[in-house]
């Protein structure tokens, strides 16, 4: 896990190093909302989960952007339709393939609302940019504790304000 992480952090430092360019430097808003199936062994226990973020996208060349978000994410039971929340804070990379598909990888903690856990959060995804200011993407959302793995697929629509 250290090691991925290490990675992670050393391919943002290399795109970020790259992007010195004439391009303008910009700093945006974003919030986004999605739903998804559990996936994996969390689908025996779980049938979908609701997330919502908020974050910031600064912009720094015309295919890289960085991202770091705060959000909150519920994983609905399937016996007795109760769940487990999570709090997560992820940071990650955005690259823009075309003016219109981008992918993107994000990082981050996320804390179990019920007992405190801290949660390592894997987050790849991809999606399609309509304009300026809205995007649908699809992702895997993995929160990873003790070998204890509570997945899913999101499917996302943010808006940039």
Do not use: W
Not at 4 to 13: A, R, V
Not at 48 to 53: E, H, S, T
Not at 89 to 98: Q, R
């Amino acid at each position: 896990m250290k090691k991925h992480f290490l990675l992670f952090l050393m391919l943002i430092c290399t795109l970020f190093c790259d992007a010195q360019s004439a391009h303008e430097k910009k700093t945006n808003f974003f919030a986004e909302a999605g739903i998804g199936p559990a996936t994996g062994v969390s689908r025996l226990v779980y049938t979908k989960f609701l997330n919502v973020r908020g974050g910031v996208i600064y912009s720094a060349s015309e295919k890289v952007d960085l991202l770091g978000s705060l959000g909150y994410v519920y994983f609905l039971r399937r016996k007795n339709k109760t769940g487990v929340s999570f709090v997560p804070l992820t940071a990650g990379v955005d690259y823009k393939m075309s003016s219109k598909v981008f992918i993107e990888m994000q990082m981050g903690g996320a804390f179990l609302t019920e007992d405190k856990t801290l949660y390592f959060i894997i987050e790849p995804g991809g999606g399609f940019q309509f304009d300026n200011h809205n995007a649908l993407r699809a992702s895997y959302d993995g929160f990873v504790t003790n070998g204890l793995v509570i997945g899913g697929i999101s499917f996302t629509y943010r808006h940039t304000f």
